[in-house]
């Protein structure tokens, strides 16, 4: 494993996040039992992982709990989120405190490392960071959390709005964006920002069902093509993507995409979701390796750079 600085939190963390939600949510959408689940997230920290990214909404904090029992509390990162809204509502700031109650109840530890808003649309952002920002940092000072963070809502603010403001403001020391090949919105509009002030970045929306569902990469670029935002030839025939996969670049789409990722400057944790052990292996083997090719990311970057808001679906239920 290849370690790194989480910005300016002093914490030393995996470049390879284990992610507890999304379409997976640890093997639970796909039906494993909770000791597997368990198994697989000890799997992770036995080949180096030590950032796990929770959230209430997830119901995976139990898993990560129990998972961690078995290492030192301070060789493990456990960052979590709090939902803030119901629709574009606000939830009370008291709701946002007894869910960090109650993920540390239930994570069985005194403190998690990360605590984020989850989801910050940009309409309700300004009232996060000034009166809900606040009664956190009281919390911080209390020792409930080491450090305070964000996330964005890709499929609900495509053109990342909330973090052209949030990077700017170093009262946050965690922002967990989406950035993938396609969509390559955060190198304008976050990591300079984030880059300056010293925050730290974990990636969500990495690989997500683009790069993983098949036929939906096809799909995707049958209906750019056809509204001129990407050259025909992408639209034509199977594997649009596949000029990244020969000798001495990718093994596959997906090795492609973490690897497109994890060397773009200003990122420090590649989070990825998964349920099963062999994706696990191969995903943290990815992530590891070498940046691609520079003529093969200056393709992507020339091919899809423009582009918002694409592959930024909602977590959708894996099954078989
Ligand atoms: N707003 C937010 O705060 C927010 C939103 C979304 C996600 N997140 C966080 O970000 C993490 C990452 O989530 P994500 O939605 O970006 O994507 P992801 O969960 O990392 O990946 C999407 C899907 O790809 C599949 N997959 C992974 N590796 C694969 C492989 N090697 N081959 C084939 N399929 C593979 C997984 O299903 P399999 O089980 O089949 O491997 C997974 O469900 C989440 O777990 C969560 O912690 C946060």
Redesign the pocket.
Known sequence: MEYTQLGETGLTVSVAGL??????RL?MN?GLSTAESVALVRTAMDLGVNYL???AV?GTEGIVGEAIESVPRDEIFVAT?ATIRKGMELLPVEDVLASLDNSLRTLGTDYVDVF?F??VPPALYDRIREEYAPALLREKEKGKLRHLGL????PNDPAGEMLIKASRDPVWEVI?L?FHMMHQVARRNCFPGTMENGIGTVL??????IF?IPGRLEETMASLAAEGKVPDWLAEGEGPLDFLIHEGGAESV?DAAYRYARHEPGTDVI??????EE?LR??LASILKPPLPAEDVAKLNELFNHLEGVGLDL?EK?TG
């Open positions: 992610g507890c939600g999304g379409g997976s093997g796909r990214d929770t959230a997830y989120k984020q989850h989801a996330t964005e809502t890709p967990m989406g969500m929306f990495v690989v997500r069902s993983s997906i989070l990825f979701g998964t349920g099963v994706h191969t995903n977590p894996r």
